[in-house]
């Protein structure tokens, strides 16, 4: 049963948000990185942007080396561009995400459009499968897109649960259900078709546990509301009450 408990990749892309308001060096999301760690942080995710407007490069050479020998996974998320594919290229993190950008998003606001863009995005996932990072494919929950994502060499794909978080924060709760109902078939369907299935975007102490109940979700990444709660409560329990409500959720199901 614990095997099958969702991991924690713990996005610390918000303390570099924080260092970047005054330009100097503080506070250092590699050390919030180890922090995450320390407080029981199964993984540390981090997008490095086109327009680095959080992690830098150096951020992410950093955290590579940091979770190499502290022996966790660095799953990076990029989109498919060619300087992001040879950063990742040369970085070699655990795992990479791919996700659509958009300069003007304020964050990640939609899936990536696997079906539509299967020839773009087949050689960039080869080719960094083959250099031995996981590739997840940061999809909405939706048949066409989950079957696409499983005809490429991508192994795992993460469900955005911004609508599903967005959708409570209205008060909508007919809405939530449909969206929920989606990614649970989604997660099915993902599942049989050989796919591991992670779950992200927007995720809080109040919203969480409905998407770790879903038995095929492997991995939730969390990362504005940790970073933010850290604020008050500090990094180290809201790290271990996330943990604390994936993991009830997962054994209340
Ligand atoms: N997963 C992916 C693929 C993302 O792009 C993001 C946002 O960077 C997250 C998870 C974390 O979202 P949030 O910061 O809302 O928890």
């Given at each position: 049963m614990k095997e099958t408990l969702p991991r924690l990749g713990v996005n610390i892309d918000h303390i570099a948000t924080v260092r970047n308001a005054r330009g100097g060096?503080?506070?250092d999301p590699v050390a919030g990185a180890w922090a995450a760690i320390q407080a029981g942080a199964d993984g540390i995710t981090a997008h490095l942007r086109e327009d680095r407007r959080h992690m830098r490069d150096d951020d992410m050479e950093r955290l590579q080396l940091l979770c190499e020998s502290e022996n966790i996974p660095l799953n990076m998320e990029m989109a498919a561009t060619s300087e992001m594919q040879n950063i990742a290229l040369r970085l070699k993190p655990k795992a990479v995400c791919i996700v659509p950008e958009r300069r003007?998003?304020?964050?990640?606001?939609g899936g990536l459009d696997v079906a539509g863009q299967h020839n773009r995005l087949v050689p960039i996932i080869s080719a960094l499968n083959d250099n031995g990072s996981r590739v997840s494919l940061f999809i909405e929950a939706v048949t066409h897109q989950i079957e696409a994502a499983a005809r490429?060499?991508?192994k795992v794909v993460e469900f955005h649960t911004g609508a599903y978080a967005h959708a409570l924060d209205a008060d909508d709760k007919g809405k939530a259900d449909e969206i929920l109902k989606a990614l649970q078939k989604g997660a099915t369907l993902a599942h049989s078709l050989g796919l591991e299935v992670h779950f992200g975007h927007g995720l809080t102490f109040d919203n969480v546990e409905p998407i770790a109940a879903i038995?095929?979700?492997m991995e939730l990444n969390i990362g504005h509301f940790i970073i933010g709660e850290a604020i008050f409560m500090g990094l180290e329990p809201a790290i271990k009450e996330m943990h604390r409500r994936a993991t009830q959720a997962r054994y209340r199901s």
């Open positions: 060096e503080h506070p003007e998003e304020r964050t990640t606001e490429t060499d991508a038995p095929e979700g």
